[in-house]
């Protein structure tokens, strides 16, 4: 498997093609934006009528990565569920799945803006979380300190022929894709993101194997935060 490996508060991390982030030292798994029972949602608010199977579909690829590399912790930054109704709408099936996912090791939720109050399962719940030197929440803080990790404007990149999501890393933060099956993106050159990036930023695309790009050309921001 192709990783990019990099550096964010002295930690060495890696982002995965899978659009999951593992900290190795700390044995710590993150996955934004799973988005679950977004078919519902859609169907419940008179919008698209989508096959509802993008909640399976997205815990067998977050089981995938769990079972790969068997963290101690796992973190869901938030907006892990479409709405609060969704959440409480999952088939029994579903909720066993997450239950017995939830059980193999530390589990914290932090809250998002589609899913801001706890929901009837395991695992801890946060608006956010410090580990050692590293920060992980929900939406990015343009004041935060370095070593934030966060999630919610589920990055993409344009390529020629479509685009991927991507992880948006530099010296001060990172920010990952989203994991759900059924979520769009937002251009990592859109100002809301250029404003949080800082000179030396990267694209790192997922899929089949990480591709990294320049963000910003060279000289083309002052290197500055917040």
């Known amino acids: ?17 899978t659009r999951t982030l593992w900290w ?19 169907a419940r608010r008179g919008g698209a009528m989508l096959p509802p199977y ?32 969704a959440a409480r709408a999952l088939p029994a099936d579903v909720v066993a799945t997450l239950t017995d996912m939830v059980a193999g090791q530390r589990w914290t939720w932090i809250t998002g803006n589609h899913d801001p109050g706890r929901v009837d399962l395991p695992g801890d719940l946060a608006a956010d979380i410090q580990a050692g030197p590293l920060t992980f929440r929900h939406i990015a803080d343009p004041k935060a300190g370095p070593g934030e990790l966060s999630g919610h404007y589920h990055p993409k990149a ?21 994991f759900g099956t059924y979520t769009g993106g937002l251009d990592a050159c859109a100002p809301p993101l250029l404003d949080l990036m800082g000179a030396d930023a990267q694209a790192v695309l997922t899929g089949s194997q990480t591709l990294t ?10 290197a500055r935060h917040g």
Do not use: W
């Open 24 to 42: 190795p030292n700390a044995r710590l798994l993150a996955v934004a934006d799973l988005h679950l029972g977004k078919s519902e949602r859609m």
């Open 54 to 85: 993008e909640t399976l579909d997205t815990l067998a690829r977050l089981r995938a990565e769990i079972e790969a590399l068997s963290p101690d912790h796992v973190i869901a930054l938030g907006d892990s569920f479409d709405d609060t109704a």
């Open 158 to 178: 344009r390529l020629p022929h479509g685009s991927r999501p991507c992880f948006l890393i530099d010296s001060h933060r990172a920010i990952l894709p989203a």
């Open 213 to 222: 790009v320049r963000l910003f050309a060279p000289e083309a921001k002052p």
């Open 1 to 17: 498997m192709n990783i990019h490996r990099f550096s964010l508060a002295g930690e060495r991390l890696e982002a995965r093609p």
